[in-house]
């Protein structure tokens, strides 16, 4: 069965250190997602990307954050510099092309610490 | 803006007692609503899409159903293995994206 894979699974880092996280989405589907989630809480979208182009940043915090898909397949998620609220899980999903009623995928997701 | 709520925060169950979790929602036209479960440390899991009010869908031990208004998950005679924090979601007419509850953390003791 198809899944969307992420790395690293596990990060701790410093503040202020830099700190990326890599998405492989299914085989075949154009829309790629990454959400944050913070624990007790439901994911909170940051950033959505339909084949390689941004569709929707309005929630990330682009003075630290930065995303990319640059072929429109694997995508990788930046933080510079890392802050003490930025802890939390970050999570990459992917949907066939993010249409209506379209069931997002989500990967296993990557637990970030910054100490 | 689309809003979801989830009751209860936290559910206790004894293996085999039945019980019903709630996902109330307000959004702007629905395309879909969505349910997850998800295990300690781990992404969401998929387990069904909702597109009216009257549809209903199953899976084992669980039941998905929705109104206008709210969508309840019906777990019949769950066992210890159904202990997760259940995730409900929408998606309205104006937008793509997922809006996300804040779940319910369902415990099953054997």
């Known amino acids: 069965e198809a899944e969307v894979a992420q790395s690293p699974r596990y990060k701790i880092t410093e503040k202020s250190q830099a700190v990326a996280f890599w998405c492989d989405p299914i085989s075949g589907h154009a829309t790629l997602y990454w959400y944050r989630q913070i624990l007790g809480q439901g994911p909170e979208l940051l950033v959505q990307f339909q084949d390689e182009s941004v569709v929707d940043d309005s929630q990330l915090p682009k003075d630290r954050f930065s995303a990319e898909r640059l072929k429109g397949v694997d995508s990788t998620l930046k933080i510079q510099p890392a802050e003490l609220g930025d802890s939390a899980m970050y999570l990459c999903?992917?949907?066939?092309?993010?249409?209506?009623?379209?069931?997002?995928?989500f990967g296993p997701g990557t637990r970030l610490t910054v100490l | 803006e689309d809003q979801v709520t989830q009751s209860p925060e936290a559910l206790r169950l004894q293996e085999g007692e039945s019980s019903s979790l709630n996902c109330s929602y307000t959004?702007?036209?629905?395309?879909?609503l969505f349910w997850y479960r998800q295990d300690p440390g781990k992404g969401p899991e998929f387990l069904f899409t909702?597109?009216?009010a009257g549809e209903e869908k199953e899976k084992e031990r669980l039941k998905a159903t929705l109104t206008k208004k709210e969508s309840f998950l019906h777990i019949t005679a769950p066992k210890p293995e159904d202990s997760a924090t259940y995730l409900c979601a929408v998606q309205g007419n104006y937008g793509q994206n997922f809006v996300f509850g804040p779940g319910t953390r369902l415990s099953v003791l054997p």
């Open positions: 999903a992917s949907s066939t092309r993010g249409g209506r009623g379209d069931t997002q995928y």
């Open positions: 959004v702007s036209g629905l395309r879909g």
């Open positions: 909702l597109y009216s």
